[in-house]
């Protein structure tokens, strides 16, 4: 039950609002720290926080009016010089933004909040007295709660095997092709409580990706700003004349359909002229021309500003900086880039995590960057831009970088890894060996880090969202950190193979190109065979062999393939070529290595693979190709 009977409406429409407010104000907080004589920005901020207290006060909130009152005084005080800005009366300022972010969450459950913290309560009054501040900054708490490889959600759960399912899939394409579309199945971590269904389903329909459940949120201390605790979003801001166009083209597709309708009558009366069948010939390519508008422009309602999301981190790296006693500046770019909503909110974590390992890892303390020649303030670059279909997101810091001989040594150390297999490793398989399940450089475990699941989980939750994460590292000059997401998760491109006369569709991210195989240019490395390319050496492994099948023919094509930091050479019959397909979750069977299925433009059923979990899956042996079946089959 609702403490706000009669009010909800009005009471998410000044969630919604002030929810952004408030990160506004925690964004310019942060720059007034560093131009602490900027008027027009203290001006700024005070107009924000009034806008805050008056919907507080006009749904009689009345324990936000009072936090918000006493602030204000604060900042009112800052306004005519009767203070000033220090990192002390900051930290006070910030603790009290936090509190009323707590207090969103509260809300955003329907529920009244309480008092404020006395100690925050305390601290406002201290520095309004002209006082010292009783309470000197708010610790930063751990990183937000992000699905770990232990409490994700199977890929996939007990079912039929592949020989299983090829016998189930070929009859049953006739029959799959006409039954009910069924929302994607798209790869996403699981979450405590499942998601609220979306309100905008586009033509191209998708699965809704799971949220964490809203916490109820006591009185304590403030949240990071990277933290998602005010109330989870179900609504979507669009523009107008987004909506106008999706209008516009439906109009378009009505009238096309009217021509198509007359068409198809004179066509069933007998009028099959040449000048009929051309008609018919050009209603069809203008259908084909506005669906693919219409989709274009559906999916626009749905990408938002990423800036979104990165104004949240701001406030986080300030506070952890000053924790750990470190100077940072982080300079964000690119925040106009659209992406996709769901995955902006699924981005969240680990961008949390990435930022907190630039300040906690990358960058070093003053007296150590002085010592190494640089400037006492860490830079940490957070940028974003769209590059063909994907979107770029780069994470660069100018810190102490990484030396792939320690990580080596620490992955031994920590047996993750034989001596054996460290030899093998060059400089840029060492980096990737951050992200494995367990290691971490630190040797004391902190609230901040040491128990190395972060970027296990990063690259975990990136690879869901379909996307690669790389990482380039300099000793000494700094780290960048790489993310390549698509632009949706609605539609994904695919290159569509052929393996034992059945058709399958592969992720097109994971391609780099598609190479003919020379059985001659073969050689056994350890065993196992492998091609090389462009003085690169590649294992072969064979689709068929990954699905268990008995190979029909010799794979005459290899695509060559990236996953995760591993490339090698998928051996195949032949491909199809390149799609775009809307994926389709299977119901009561799905046995691993499958994310879904599709429908080719026949009406035949196309399985779309998990590449990661179908090789995650394999054994040592499995998918081996020996060097004779590929010359005698």
């Known amino acids: 039950m609702s403490d706000f009977g009669?009010?909800?409406?009005?009471?998410?429409?000044?969630?919604?609002?002030?929810?952004?407010?408030?990160?506004?104000?925690?964004?310019?907080?942060?720059?007034?720290?560093?131009?602490?004589?900027?008027?027009?920005?203290?001006?700024?901020?005070?107009?924000?926080?009034?806008?805050?207290?008056?919907?507080?006060?006009?749904?009689?909130?009345?324990?936000m009016v009072n936090l918000c009152h006493r602030t204000?005084?604060?900042?009112?005080?800052?306004?005519?010089?009767?203070?000033?800005?220090?990192?002390?009366?900051?930290?006070?300022?910030?603790?009290?933004?936090?509190?009323?972010?707590?207090?969103?969450?509260?809300?955003?459950?329907?529920?009244?909040?309480?008092?404020?913290?006395?100690?925050?309560?305390?601290?406002?009054?201290?520095?309004?007295?002209?006082?010292?501040?009783?309470?000197?900054?708010?610790?930063?708490?751990?990183?937000?709660?992000?699905s770990s490889p232990a409490t994700a959600a199977p890929v996939a759960a007990d079912g039929p095997d592949w020989n299983a399912l090829h016998q189930a899939i070929v009859p049953q394409a006739a029959a799959a092709s006409t039954s009910p579309a069924a929302a994607p199945a798209a790869p996403v971590a699981a979450a405590p409580a499942a998601a609220p269904a979306h309100e905008l389903m586009t033509a191209a329909e998708h699965l809704p990706v799971a949220k964490p459940a809203a916490k109820p949120v006591a009185n304590k201390q403030p949240s990071s700003a990277g933290n998602s605790s005010g109330p989870q979003e179900n609504t979507i801001r669009i523009d107008t004349v987004r909506l106008d166009m999706v209008l516009n083209l439906s109009g378009e597709i009505g009238l096309?359909?009217?021509?198509?309708?007359?068409?198809r009558t004179e066509i069933l009366q007998g009028n099959r002229d040449g000048n009929t069948l051309r008609s018919l010939d050009e209603a069809i390519s203008q259908l084909d021309l506005l669906v693919g508008d219409l989709q274009n422009a559906v999916m626009k309602t749905r990408m938002q500003p990423i800036g979104?999301?990165?104004?949240?981190?701001?406030?986080?790296?300030?506070?952890?900086?000053?924790?750990?006693?470190?100077?940072?500046?982080?300079?964000?770019?690119?925040?106009e880039t659209e992406l996709d909503k769901t995955m902006i909110e699924d981005l969240n974590d680990p961008l949390v995590h990435l930022v907190r390992n630039a300040v906690d890892h990358g960058v070093e303390s003053p007296e150590e960057r002085i010592a190494a020649g640089k400037k006492p303030q860490s830079l940490i670059q957070l940028t974003a831009e769209q590059v063909g279909d994907h979107i770029q997101i780069e994470i660069t810091d100018d810190g102490k970088g990484m030396n792939p001989d320690a990580l080596r040594r620490k992955a031994i150390e920590k047996g993750l890894i034989d001596q054996e297999t460290a030899n093998g490793l060059d400089e840029k398989q060492c980096l990737q060996l951050i992200f494995m399940p367990g290691f971490s450089t630190k040797d004391q475990i902190s609230s901040v880090s040491g128990r190395g699941v972060g970027m296990d989980v990063v690259r975990t939750n990136i690879q869901k969202l379909n996307g690669r994460i790389d990482i380039n590292s300099l000793p000494g000059e700094g780290t960048r950190i790489s993310i390549s997401l698509p632009l949706t998760l609605a539609i994904l491109p695919v290159l569509v193979v052929r393996a034992c006369n059945q058709p399958f569709a592969v992720p097109l991210a994971m391609v780099r190109e598609i190479i003919t195989i020379d059985p001659n240019a073969i050689q056994e490395v350890s065993g196992k065979p492998t091609i090389v390319v462009r003085d690169e050496i590649l294992p072969l492994r064979t689709l068929a062999g990954l699905l268990g099948w008995e190979p029909t023919q010799k794979p005459y094509f290899g695509v060559l393939m990236q996953s995760a930091e591993k490339s090698f050479i998928l051996a195949i019959d032949s491909f199809v070529g390149r799609d775009d397909v809307v994926i389709k979750p299977l119901q009561n069977i799905r046995p691993k290595g499958v994310a879904g299925?599709?429908?080719?433009?026949d009406g035949s059923v196309v399985l779309v693979l998990d590449m990661e979990d179908l090789l995650s899956s394999s054994d040592g042996t499995n998918g081996q190709v020996r060097t004779s079946e590929l010359i005698s089959v």
């Open 6 to 63: 009669g009010m909800e409406e009005l009471l998410q429409d000044f969630l919604m609002e002030s929810t952004d407010l408030l990160s506004d104000v925690d964004n310019k907080l942060v720059e007034l720290e560093k131009r602490p004589e900027d008027k027009a920005l203290l001006n700024d901020i005070f107009r924000g926080f009034h806008t805050i207290k008056g919907g507080a006060g006009f749904l009689n909130v009345g324990p």
């Open 72 to 146: 204000e005084n604060l900042f009112d005080k800052l306004r005519n010089g009767e203070l000033h800005i220090t990192p002390e009366v900051m930290d006070v300022i910030l603790d009290a933004t936090g509190i009323v972010r707590d207090m969103f969450g509260t809300l955003g459950q329907g529920l009244m909040v309480a008092e404020a913290d006395a100690d925050v309560l305390n601290a406002l009054d201290a520095v309004l007295a002209g006082q010292t501040p009783t309470k000197a900054g708010a610790e930063v708490p751990a990183p937000a709660a992000v």
């Open 256 to 263: 096309t359909k009217n021509r198509l309708t007359t068409l």
């Open 308 to 335: 979104r999301l990165f104004q949240k981190y701001p406030r986080l790296a300030r506070d952890l900086a000053r924790q750990l006693g470190k100077e940072v500046e982080l300079v964000l770019s690119g925040e």
């Open 597 to 601: 299925a599709t429908l080719s433009g």
